[in-house]
């Protein structure tokens, strides 16, 4: 299976931050890596699939980029309400495998 | 509307069986594969099997190959995982999710307590 590596796995950022989370992919996958957000007893949601493309009704303040082995994932201006943990996930090859995730909290 | 909705968590004995399932609604569910996703308590997310639309294709984690049984009726719109001889490093909130590639739709979860 591929493995998925994140960094750091937790952030303490201020309300107005730019934040970013790298993911790093133990073989070549491509873009074919999509990004998701969990807040606490929820279902994990999407917001960037295929590296850099935005899920409908995701605000523009969150984006993703890279391809091959390395990504990253960017809030422009970090929201009260982006507090959650955050996943890359691969599907270049099945299974599909998850990050370890990044556990985001305001400072 | 569009949304999926797992049943049947619960506290069960090491050893113990579940069967657990995921009602669709609100798009053609014979059009997509679906999976099962698991999280543990305070853990990540884990992909336990997936299965084709026609039901053709299944996989299985190594971690519950043997012992879980995906399956689905289309004409139902329903997904089902049978969970046999469980262990406690099965608890977790267990979520069908549309898609294997790309999930955009979750369902809300189901836990499942293995303990004595």
């Known amino acids: 299976d591929i493995q998925m590596t994140q960094s750091p796995s937790s952030l303490s950022a201020s309300v107005g931050d730019r934040v970013t989370i790298t993911c790093q992919a133990s073989?070549?996958?491509?873009?074919?890596l999509n990004w998701y957000q969990q807040k606490p007893g929820k279902a994990p949601k999407l917001l960037i699939y295929?590296?850099?493309n935005l899920e409908t009704g995701v605000p523009s303040r969150f984006s993703g980029s890279g391809s091959g082995t390395d990504f990253t994932f960017t809030i422009s201006s970090l929201q009260p309400e982006d507090i959650a943990t955050y996943y890359c996930q691969q599907y270049d090859d099945l299974p599909p495998t998850f990050g370890q995730g990044t556990k985001l909290e305001i400072k | 509307q569009v949304q999926l909705v797992e049943s049947g968590g619960g506290l069960v004995k090491p050893g113990g069986s579940l069967r657990l399932s995921c009602a669709a609604s609100?798009?053609?569910?014979?059009?997509?594969?679906m999976s099962w996703i698991r999280q543990a308590p305070g853990k990540g997310l884990e992909w336990v099997s997936y299965?084709?639309?026609?039901?053709?294709?299944?996989y299985y984690a190594d971690s519950v190959k043997g012992r879980f049984t995906i399956s689905r009726d289309n004409a139902k719109n329903s997904l089902s995982l049978q969970l046999n001889s469980l262990r406690a490093e099965d608890t977790a909130v267990y979520y069908c999710?549309?898609?294997?590639?790309?999930?955009?739709?979750w369902g809300q979860g189901t836990l499942v307590t293995v303990s004595s």
């Open positions: 609100g798009f053609t569910f014979s059009d997509y594969y």
């Open positions: 299965i084709s639309s026609s039901g053709g294709t299944i």
């Open positions: 999710a549309r898609g294997v590639a790309v999930a955009k739709l």
């Open positions: 073989q070549d996958i491509s873009n074919y």
């Open positions: 295929d590296a850099s």
